[in-house]
């Protein structure tokens, strides 16, 4: 059975830092591209990054370039998203997706998405 779990989200003031991370089982992790999207309320799915399966080629979107890392360690089935200088407009439901070919943030490319994890950044 496949299954994609995102742990890590929870409650942070602006500026500072949480990592979630992306736990893989049911398929065969390193040949999958990994994605973070992230929906805030009333507002469409978002990619914010992708890590490719084969050389760990790494994309971010222009709003989180500079603060959040992704990273995999192919060894534990997991992705990291290393999140800093976090903002108010961080806010939102963030997901882990998985894609068997290619990478890029298109939702529609991916396979297999987790359940989400809330990310609150307030003060």
């Known amino acids: 059975q496949v299954q994609l779990v995102e742990l890590g989200g929870g409650l942070v003031q602006p500026g500072g830092s949480l990592r979630l991370s992306c736990a893989a089982s049911?398929?065969?992790?390193?040949?999958?591209?990994i994605g973070w999207f992230r929906q805030a309320p009333g507002k469409e799915r978002e990619g914010v990054s992708c890590?490719?399966?084969?050389?760990?080629?790494?994309y971010y979107a222009d709003s989180v370039k500079g603060r959040f890392t992704v990273s995999r360690d192919n060894a534990k089935n997991t992705v990291y998203l290393q999140m800093n200088s976090l903002k108010p407009e961080d806010t939102a439901v963030y997901y882990c997706a998985a894609r068997s070919w290619g990478w890029g943030t298109d939702p529609d490319e991916y396979d297999y998405w987790g359940q989400g994890t809330q990310v609150t950044v307030s003060s």
């Open positions: 049911g398929f065969t992790f390193d040949d999958y591209a």
């Open positions: 890590i490719s399966s084969s050389d760990s080629s790494t």
